[in-house]
Nanobody, 115 residues
């Protein structure tokens, strides 16, 4: 059974940093494209950052230059380093694994940025 478990969320002041982690079990991590999405209250879920199996990364314009996504295939973990956080970064952050149209989601971790 596939499981994605996020951690690292919390309350932080604007300008601060957080590091999110997502540990996966039950899938061959190295062959999955990984991503972080977020959903703010009253808004649709949006892509934040992606990292392919060849480690090609992509970021939404709103986080480019502030967030860094990485992966550790040995530990089956994807990370999201978030710097210079802003109030608009507040939301629930979800880990996503995708391969040939099959997707798995974590339960999410809450990030709250106070201004």
């Amino acid at each position: 059974q596939v499981s994605l478990v996020e951690s690292g969320g919390g309350l932080v002041q604007a300008g601060g940093s957080l590091r999110l982690s997502c540990v996966s079990t039950g899938l061959t991590f190295s062959i999955y494209n990984m991503a972080w999405y977020r959903q703010a209250p009253g808004k649709q879920r949006e892509m934040v950052a992606t990292i392919s199996i060849t480690r090609i990364t992509n970021y939404s314009d709103s986080v480019k230059g502030r967030f860094i996504i990485g992966r550790n295939n040995v530990e089956s973990t994807v990370y999201l380093e978030m710097n210079n956080l802003k109030a608009e970064d507040t939301g629930t952050y979800y880990c996503n694994a995708e391969r040939t149209g099959t997707q798995y989601w974590g339960q999410g971790t809450q990030v709250t940025v106070s201004s």
